[in-house]
């Protein structure tokens, strides 16, 4: 292979690379149009950059509290059936050294929602059980357990106040977690918080937004009352 074949060879594959590089670039930009449309539409609004301050925000999502570069992406941010809502892509990352002790960064992508309530309240977290934590709370008795047994056997349910939690998992609440089984919620101050493990898709927010919302819609009016308030905790943040 001659000097001119090679050039021309390297000229191709640098002419290729930047013709998939931009043609990324543009297919980037349309989804960001995309996105900003549809915030545009219901008046809400739509920052696609890295956003270090929502995720230092919702930090008190136990899982969102992990890793290094933590930050938010593709954040929209609106009222949804007449509630503060938010929705974003979440990312962060971890660390592992090999035995050679040579190391390896990994990205982590979740998508996160939430919307607001009326009022603080303690933490709480409902999240799909399975065998391991099943073998952990044989020991530590670190669940809460439910009359359901088949609830109990769905979920992992954890709050410091065990009253609180038998308020929220009502009759109504279980039968609608047993629907969509699977699902995570986490309940603290005056957010309630579902996640999930992959990067936020547009078509996905308005359904979850709209779970979190029939969510609320199942919690027991009197823990709204005023004589309830002490319910209430320090460590919630609200807006």
């Given at each position: 292979?001659?000097?001119?074949?090679v050039?021309?060879?390297?000229?191709l594959?640098?002419?290729a690379?930047?013709g998939?590089?931009?043609?990324?670039?543009?297919?980037?930009?349309a989804r960001?149009?995309?996105?900003?449309?549809?915030?545009?539409?219901?008046?809400w609004?739509?920052?696609h950059?890295?956003n270090?301050?929502?995720?230092?925000y919702?930090?008190?999502?136990?899982?969102?509290?992990?890793?290094?570069d933590?930050?938010?992406?593709?954040?929209?941010?609106g009222?949804?059936?007449?509630r503060?809502?938010?929705?974003?892509?979440?990312?962060?990352?971890?660390?592992?050294?090999?035995?050679?002790?040579?190391?390896?960064?990994?990205?982590h992508?979740?998508?996160?929602?939430a919307?607001?309530?009326?009022?603080?309240?303690?933490?709480?977290?409902?999240s799909?059980?399975?065998?391991?934590?099943?073998?952990?709370?044989?020991?530590?008795?670190?669940?809460?357990?439910?009359?359901?047994?088949?609830?109990?056997?769905?979920?992992?349910?954890?709050?410091?106040?065990k009253k609180?939690?038998y308020?929220?998992c009502?009759?109504?609440?279980?039968?609608?977690?047993?629907?969509?089984?699977?699902?995570?919620?986490e309940?603290e101050g005056?957010?309630?918080?579902?996640?999930?493990d992959?990067?936020?898709?547009?078509?996905?927010v308005?359904?979850?937004?709209?779970?979190l919302?029939?969510?609320?819609?199942?919690?027991?009016?009197?823990?709204?009352?005023?004589?309830?308030?002490?319910?209430?905790?320090?460590?919630?943040?609200?807006?």
């Open positions: 292979m001659n000097g001119l074949v050039v021309l060879l390297v000229v594959a640098i002419a690379a930047a998939i590089g931009y043609w990324l670039w543009k297919r980037e930009l960001r149009d995309v996105w900003a449309g549809w915030a545009a539409d219901r008046g609004t739509y920052d950059g890295k270090y301050g929502i995720a230092d919702f930090g008190f999502v136990n899982k969102l509290n992990r890793g290094d933590r930050y938010g992406e593709d954040v929209l941010r009222v949804w059936r007449d503060e809502a938010v929705a974003f892509t979440y990312h962060y990352e971890t660390e592992s050294t090999d035995s050679d002790g040579d190391r390896t960064t990994q990205d992508w979740m998508w996160v929602a919307i607001q309530l009326e009022q603080a309240f303690p933490e709480l977290r409902i799909p059980e399975h065998m391991g934590k099943r073998f952990l709370h044989a020991f530590t008795g670190s669940d809460i357990d439910f009359e359901s047994v088949e609830f109990s056997r769905a979920y992992e349910v954890k709050s410091a106040n609180f939690a308020d929220f009502n009759t109504a609440m279980i039968e609608f977690l047993m629907a969509n089984t699977g699902s995570v919620l309940l005056g957010w309630l918080v579902t996640y999930g992959r990067k936020l898709k547009l078509e996905a308005e359904p979850t937004l709209d779970f919302t029939h969510t609320r819609a199942l919690m027991p009016g009197y823990l709204f009352h005023p004589e309830h308030s002490s319910l209430s905790t320090e460590s919630g943040r609200q807006q």
